[in-house]
C-alpha cells in the first residue's frame, strides 16, 4: 500500500505493508539510516524518532499508525533549539564512544529538553533510562544534558 | 583478546632494534614522502624485522599540498585510535594532530601485522601500546628529513632550522618552505640514522586531551556503519540459523515467505535460512511467515549440563600452569586452611549494533562490507568459503557500533558470503538481536577451586587456583594453546600478588557443538578478577584484617600495584564508616600491563537488589597519551563490566539460549548508572592499554562490595539480583 509521510518537512510516499515499522522505511526506503535498529522491541531506544514533537520508537510503530503526523529523524534534529544544544553539548564533552546508540539518545535527549529546559537528574533518569548505551557513556550523558540546558538557544555546532 | 605473555619479549626486542631498521623512507605515489614503518613483531617475526625483510606494518605520507596521511593497521571501534594515534606522529612531527588524516588499512596479515599480536587484529589493549615508540620515531625521522631538505634548499646548516605547524623555519634569514613544498625533496634524501626524540617534558600534544575527530558525524547520524551500507541493487537478508543448539533444519513454509510482498528469495543451507527482501521489514515478516522448524542437536542441553560437565572437569585431571615452592607441604603446616568454589556464568557481548555483513559474489571476486576486529582474518575465512584467491576477496571495513571482542570472529562474514553466492545481486546480511544472542561466542562460563593456607598472621604462605573452562585460545589461536593450557583462562589467577608457595592449574572442559565461546572485553582477567579478590576478602577476613591493609602486605613487593591500591582507597575514603544496607568493596588487578584498583560502593535492598551508587578507580597505565580519552574508556569499561557483574548470566535450556533480547537480558541503564571517578597514576613508563582494564577490574569490586553489604560472601555471579530473594527482584526494564 501506498502511504504519504511527512519525513522531517519533506512529503514522501512510501509502498510497503501498512504493518512494517517506521524503522525500516526510514532506513531501507527512505535511506535515512541515521536512526538505527537496536533489538525491535521497544526495549533499547536506538530507533528513536520525533512523531509530532514526541519521542516514539521507531520499531514498534506500524507506517499505517503515523498518518499525517510530522516525524523528525536525526538528520534534522539540528533544526530545533533543543537538538541542536543536545549535539552541541555532545560534541564539547566528547560522549560518543562507538556512537551506533548516539542518534536515539540525542533524539531522546533533545524531546526531554524541549519538555523541560533544566531537567533534574529524576527528569533525566526517566526520558533517558530508555536508551541503553552498551560502550557505556551514561555519565557524560547525564552531563551533556545538564550543560546543554545552560547552553543559550543560539549554540552552533561544531565540525 | 590475550596478548600479556608477549609483551616482554616485545620490549626487549624493540631495544635491540636499532632504529633505522624498522623505519623507510621513499617516494609516495604521487610525490611527496613516505615513511614506512615496521613495528617489531614479537616472536619469529621480531628476529626478522632486518632490512632484507622489511615489511611496513604502517605508513605516514606527506604530499605535495602538505597533507599528512598516517595508514594505520588498527580500526576504530569507539576506543578513539583514530583520534590518540595521530597524537603520537603529531607530537614528533610537529603538526597539529587535526592536520593528520587516518586511513585503515586494507587487509593483510603480512604487512599490517598488530606488533604485539603478530597478525592484523584491533584487540587486546594493544594499538597505542605498540605504536608509542615506532611512530614517535616515524615523526622524528620525516621532521628531520623534511628540515635537511629545507637546509640544501637554502644552503644553510640544518642545526639552524627548526620545524613547526608543518613549516621548517630558518630563523637567521627569516625564510621558511612548508611540508608540502619540501616532501618531493625529503624524499630522496638518506633516512638519518640517529633522531633524538622529545625529552617528554617538551611534549605538547602526548599527556594533553584531544577532541575525538568522530563526535560530529556520530551525533549527527551521519556516520556509515555497516549495516547502513547500501548499492544500488542491493536487497536485505535476516537470516536465522537453527536456535537449538547444533540443530537442524527440517521444514519451512516457503511458500507463506513469498507471498509477503516486497520478499524476493529464500535461501537455505542445513542449519540456517535467510529470507531475502527489499527491505528489513519485509525481509523479517516474511521469516515469521516462512516458520522454519528445527531439530536434532543438544535438544535437552542445560545450563545444569554445562556446569555438571565443568564440575567434572575441576574434579579431574588439570594442567598445571604455575607451580612455585611447595604448595602441599605449606598447606599441611598451615594454621588453618580455607577453600571455595567459585563460578561465573556465560554472558553475551551485545555490541548494540547487531552482527552485519554485506557481500557481493560475481566472477570476478568477492566484496565483503563488514565492521571488524580481525579484517585479514574475514579475507581469508571468505576465501576459503568462495575458492577464490585472498586478493580476490576485497574486504571493506566500517565503524563499528560496539565490537567488544564478538567481532574478532569470522562467522557472520563467512555466512553473507554463503548467502551472496547463492543470489546474483549485491546481499546484505543483517542479524536480528535474537540471532545476535543466540549466535553469541559467549564469554565461557567458568568454575574455580581455590585454596589458602594462612599463616598464623593470616598471611597465606600457599595458594592455589584450578580454573575450568572452555578455551577460546585452542578454538581461536591453536598456536598459542599449548599442551593443554590456556594461558587466558588462567591469566590473573593469583592476581597481581606473589605467594610463596603457589599453584594455578586449569582444567577444559568445551560446551555442546554448535556453541561457541570466545574473547570478552577484558578477557580472562574479567572472571579471575571476580574469583581471586573476592577470596582475598575471604583471606582477609580470616585473618581479621582490612581488606585494604590486608592487599598492602601482599603488595609489598609490587610498588605500581600498590600505588594504585593506596589512591583507589584514599579518593574512595577507603574506612569511614557506611550505613546499613551498604557496602565498599576493593580490587586490584594488572591486564596488558596496566594496573588498576578500584572501591565500589553498592546499597542492598531488602530483596537483594543492588544499586551501583559510586566507582572510584585509580589506573597506572604508564605514560597517559590522551587523558580524557583514556578516562572515557575506564568510564565505559566500568558500565559494560558491571552490567555482567549485577544482572547478566546466559542460561540455556532445552538446548536454547533463554535470554535473546534486552527484556531478558537486563543491561545498565542510565538511572543504573553509578557516579564514576577516575584517577591516572603519573607516570613515565611507555603507555599500556585503557580499554580493557576497567571491566576487568569492576567484578571484584562489586562482589566484595555486595557480600560487605549483605554480611555473607557471595561467590556466583551475577550477584546484583535478588541475592536475598530473587523471586522478589525487579524485573527488567519494561516502560513503553
Ligand atoms: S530498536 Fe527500537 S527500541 Fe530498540
Ligand atoms: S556509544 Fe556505543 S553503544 Fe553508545
Known amino acids: 500500500m501506498a502511504y504519504d509521510l511527512n519525513v522531517n518537512g519533506e512529503q514522501r510516499s512510501v509502498d510497503v505493508d501498512g504493518d512494517t515499522p517506521l524503522l525500516w522505511v526510514i532506513r531501507d526506503v527512505l535511506g535515512m539510516t541515521g536512526t538505527k535498529y537496536g533489538c525491535g522491541i521497544a526495549q533499547c531506544g536506538a530507533c528513536t524518532v520525533h512523531i509530532d514533537g514526541e519521542p516514539a520508537r521507531s520499531c514498534q510503530t506500524p507506517v499505517e499508525s503515523v498518518g499525517r503526523s510530522a516525524i523528525t529523524t536525526i538528520e534534522a534534529i539540528h533544526n530545533t533549539p533543543s537538538g541542536l544544544k543536545a549535539q552541541k553539548a555532545w560534541q564539547d564533552l566528547d560522549v560518543v564512544q562507538c556512537g551506533y546508540c548516539q542518534s536515539g539518545q540525542i533524539m531522546s535527549a533533545a524531546a526531554l529538553l524541549s519538555e523541560k529546559p533544566n531537567p533534574t537528574d529524576a527528569d533525566i533518569d526517566a526520558a533517558m533510562s530508555g536508551n541503553i548505551c552498551r560502550c557505556g557513556t551514561y555519565v557524560r550523558i547525564r552531563d551533556a544534558i545538564k550543560y546543554a540546558a545552560k547552553l543559550d538557544g543560539n549554540a552552533k555546532q561544531g565540525g | 583478546m590475550y596478548m600479556k605473555d608477549f609483551s616482554s619479549e616485545v620490549s626487549s626486542v624493540d631495544t635491540r632494534l636499532s632504529r633505522r631498521s624498522f623505519l623507510r623512507a621513499g617516494v609516495a605515489a604521487g610525490g611527496g614522502l613516505l615513511i614506512s614503518i615496521n613495528a617489531p613483531m614479537f616472536r619469529a617475526a621480531a628476529a626478522d624485522a632486518s632490512a632484507a625483510n622489511f615489511a611496513p606494518s604502517a605508513f605516514i605520507r606527506i604530499d605535495k599540498t602538505g597533507h599528512v596521511t598516517a595508514v594505520i593497521p588498527q580500526v576504530e571501534i569507539g576506543q578513539g585510535v583514530y583520534t590518540s594515534m595521530p597524537m603520537l606522529i ?33 584487540g587486546g589493549s594493544t594499538s ?194 604455575t607451580n612455585e615452592g611447595d604448595v602441599k607441604n605449606a598447606v599441611s603446616i598451615a594454621a588453618k586452611t580455607l577453600e571455595a568454589r567459585y563460578e561465573a556464568p556465560l554472558l553475551a557481548h551485545a555490541t548494540m549494533e547487531p552482527m552485519t555483513c554485506a557481500a557481493r559474489i560475481t566472477a570476478d571476486g568477492c566484496d565483503i562490507w563488514v565492521g571488524t576486529q580481525v579484517i585479514a582474518r574475514v579475507q581469508s575465512a571468505v576465501a576459503a568459503v568462495t575458492g577464490f584467491p585472498a586478493e580476490k576477496v576485497r574486504v571493506h571495513n566500517f565503524l563499528m557500533g560496539g565490537a567488544f571482542g564478538r567481532r574478532l570472529e569470522t562467522d557472520y562474514a563467512v555466512q553473507a558470503a554463503m548467502i551472496a553466492r547463492q543470489v546474483d545481486f549485491p546481499v546484505k546480511v543483517i542479524w536480528t538481536r535474537e540471532e545476535d544472542f543466540r549466535h553469541d561466542a559467549f564469554r565461557p562460563h567458568y568454575v574455580d577451586k581455590l585454596s589458602a593456607g594462612p599463616d598464623a598472621n593470616g598471611i597465606p604462605t600457599a595458594f592455589s587456583h584450578r580454573v575450568a573452562a572452555s578455551s577460546v585460545m585452542a578454538r581461536w589461536a591453536p598456536a598459542w594453546f599449548v599442551n593443554g593450557l590456556d594461558p587466558d583462562a588462567v591469566d590473573g ?39 581471586v579478590e573476592s577470596f582475598v576478602d575471604e583471606m582477609a577476613a580470616a585473618a581479621g584484617k582490612d581488606p585494604v591493609d590486608f592487599r598492602r602486605l601482599l603488595l609489598a613487593q609490587s610498588p605500581r600495584a600498590k600505588a594504585v591500591l593506596d589512591l583507589a582507597a584514599e579518593k574512595a575514603g577507603w574506612g569511614t564508616p557506611m550505613p546499613a544496607g551498604r557496602g565498599r568493596g576493593i580490587s586490584v588487578i594488572l591486564l596488558f600491563g596496566t594496573y588498576v584498583a578500584q572501591v565500589a560502593e553498592v546499597s542492598v535492598d531488602a530483596r537483594g537488589d543492588v544499586r551501583l551508587d559510586r566507582v572510584v578507580c585509580a589506573v597506572d597505565c604508564g605514560r597517559v597519551v590522551n587523558p580524557d580519552g583514556a578516562k572515557a574508556q575506564i568510564e565505559g569499561g566500568i558500565i559494560f563490566g558491571a552490567s555482567a557483574a549485577l544482572y547478566n548470566a546466559i542460561d540455556i535450556e532445552k538446548g536454547r539460549i533463554v535470554q535473546t533480547n534486552f527484556d531478558t537480558y537486563r543491561v545498565m541503564r542510565i538511572d543504573e548508572a553509578p557516579t564514576i571517578e577516575v584517577y591516572f597514576v603519573d607516570s613515565d613508563q611507555p603507555p599500556t592499554g585503557t580499554g580493557e582494564p576497567g571491566t576487568a577490574a569492576i567484578a571484584g569490586a562489586i562482589g566484595n562490595a555486595v557480600s560487605a553489604a549483605i554480611g555473607k560472601r557471595l561467590r556466583k555471579l551475577p550477584v546484583g539480583r535478588g541475592a536475598i530473594n530473587a523471586s522478589e527482584s525487579r524485573q527488567p526494564y519494561q516502560r513503553l
Open chain 2, 90 to 122: 603529531a607530537e614528533e612531527l610537529e603538526v597539529e594532530p587535526s592536520q593528520i588524516l587516518v586511513e585503515h588499512a586494507p587487509p593483510d596479515d603480512k604487512l599490517y601485522a598488530n606488533p604485539k599480536l603478530g597478525f592484523q587484529a584491533t
Open chain 2, 128 to 321: 597505542i601500546a605498540a605504536f608509542y615508540e615506532p611512530f614517535r620515531q616515524a615523526g622524528a625521522v620525516a621532521r628531520a628529513m623534511l628540515i635537511a631538505a629545507a637546509a640544501e634548499t637554502w644552503g644553510v646548516d640544518a642545526s639552524g632550522c627548526r620545524a613547526e605547524n608543518g613549516t621548517v623555519i630558518h630563523d637567521a634569514s627569516n625564510r621558511s618552505l612548508t611540508y608540502g613544498d619540501l616532501a618531493a625533496k625529503a624524499a630522496a634524501l638518506p633516512v638519518p640514522d640517529k633522531v633524538a626524540l622529545k625529552d617528554p617534558k617538551d611534549f605538547r600534544i602526548i599527556g594533553r586531551s584531544l577532541k575525538r575527530r568522530d563526535s560530529v558525524d556520530k551525533t549527527t547520524g551521519r556516520t556509515q556503519y555497516s549495516i547502513d551500507f547500501i548499492i544500488p541493487g542491493m536487497k536485505i537478508a535476516v537470516a536465522q540459523a537453527s536456535p537449538i543448539i547444533g540443530g537442524k533444519l527440517v521444514g519451512m513454509d516457503e511458500r507463506a515467505a513469498l507471498t509477503v510482498s516486497a520478499v524476493r528469495k529464500v535461501v537455505r543451507f542445513d542449519d540456517t535460512v535467510a529470507v531475502i527482501a527489499d527491505h528489513t521489514g519485509a525481509a523479517r515478516k516474511g521469516l515469521a511467515a516462512l516458520n522454519p522448524k528445527w531439530e536434532g542437536g543438544a535438544a535437552t542441553y542445560s545450563t545444569a549440563d554445562l556446569v555438571g560437565d565443568l564440575d567434572k572437569a575441576i574434579a579431574g585431571n588439570a594442567v598445571v600452569a
Open chain 2, 493 to 531: 589467577a593469583a592476581g597481581p600478588y606473589k605467594f610463596r608457595n603457589q599453584l594455578i592449574e586449569y582444567s577444559r572442559s568445551e560446551p555442546r557443538a554448535g556453541m561457541m565461546t570466545g574473547w570478552w572485553r577484558g578477557v580472562g582477567v574479567t572472571h579471575n578478577s571476580f574469583t
